[in-house]
């Protein structure tokens, strides 16, 4: 349920070419939701995939069973009231 969303394979190697350490991301399970998700804006750009995958970096140093409580109750959040971190 929860981890980095989970990318299709071309748009994988285009960004791994593009940026340092993409492919750790698929070193745990893909999610429907992530720390990325409740923390930035949907990826209009390549920086927003930075600064995306940073979040995603840092969920899988710190992957618990309290941040994936934390990330969900975020997620509830969202989609009931729609308060993101970028609202």
Do not use: C
Not at 37 to 56: M, T
Not at 64 to 73: Q, V
């Amino acid at each position: 349920l929860v981890g980095p969303r989970p990318e299709r394979p071309f748009f994988v190697d285009q960004l791994s070419e593009k940026i340092p350490y993409y492919k750790r991301r698929l070193k745990v399970r893909p999610g429907i939701t992530g720390w990325a998700q409740v923390k930035h804006k949907y990826d209009e750009n390549i920086e927003d995939v930075k600064v995306k995958l940073r979040y995603d970096l840092f969920y899988i140093e710190n992957i618990s069973l309290r941040m994936d409580f934390k990330i969900l109750a975020r997620t509830i959040l969202v989609v009931l009231f729609g308060k993101g971190h970028y609202n």
